[in-house]
């Protein structure tokens, strides 16, 4: 079975500050890899898919990379609005979501 | 443009089948080779891919709820279902239906498009 994971579980942040986040598949999965933004109450909104494509109409601070089993995700410079959890998704192997990152403002 | 809109009962007994509808608006569900998805997160946890239909009947279903689960879709109404059988109390969840992309994508998709979910509740 896939397994998804990703690190940190959570992390505090000052505004400014760079934040990574990574996921880790337990397959290869090449490209397949999409980050997923979502605040409190709201549907997850689609940042990153394919890796590292940017979805239209997202900011430029946000980025991912990697292929394969590893995968990381930006932020280049955190601005409040960005405070929600952040899950990474693959889609290779049908769907399946990773446990998520909460990213909070120090 | 696109949206979606669940609804269901808010309230479903143990035992009980859960069903939900989906509409779709702002486009035609038989259109553009998109799939159709179901996603749900219990309260205070992480997204669990539920499944996904064609307009043609075409479905795929997470390996761990397949037994219970059946997607559906009505193109006369432009709405998608999602049917669960034998309901716990770990199917209480926030129950999303969504687009999924990229067109003719099969099993390998994604949601872009989201509704806003509908919370049902499994309790006596």
């Known amino acids: 079975d896939m397994q998804m994971t990703q690190s940190p579980s959570s992390l505090s942040a000052s505004v400014g500050d760079r934040v990574t986040i990574t996921c880790q598949a337990s397959q290869d999965i090449g490209d397949y890899l999409n980050w997923y933004q979502q605040k409190p109450g709201k549907a997850p909104k689609l940042l990153i898919y394919?890796?590292?494509n940017l979805e239209t109409g997202v900011p430029s601070r946000f980025s991912g990379s990697g292929s394969g089993t590893d995968f990381t995700f930006t932020i280049s410079s955190l601005q409040p609005e960005d405070i929600a959890t952040y899950y990474c998704?693959?889609?290779?192997?049908?769907?399946?979501f990773g446990p998520g990152t909460t990213v909070d403002i120090k | 443009q696109l949206q979606l809109q669940e609804s269901g009962p808010g309230l479903v007994r143990p035992s009980e089948t859960l069903s939900i509808t989906c509409n779709v608006s702002g486009s035609s569900i038989d259109s553009g080779g998109y799939y159709w998805g179901w996603i749900r997160q219990p309260p205070g946890k992480g997204l669990e891919w539920i499944g996904s239909v064609y307009f043609s009947g075409r479905t795929y279903y997470n390996s761990s709820l397949k037994s219970r689960v059946t997607i559906s879709v009505d193109t006369s109404k432009n709405q998608l279902s999602l049917k669960l059988t034998s309901v716990t109390a770990a199917d209480t969840a926030v129950y999303y239906c969504?687009?999924?992309?990229?067109?003719?994508?099969?099993?390998?998709?994604?949601?872009?498009?989201w509704g806003q979910g509908t919370l049902i509740s499994v309790s006596s």
């Open positions: 394919g890796a590292s």
């Open positions: 998704q693959q889609y290779d192997y049908l769907s399946q």
């Open positions: 969504a687009r999924e992309r990229p067109p003719y994508c099969g099993g390998d998709c994604y949601p872009d498009y």
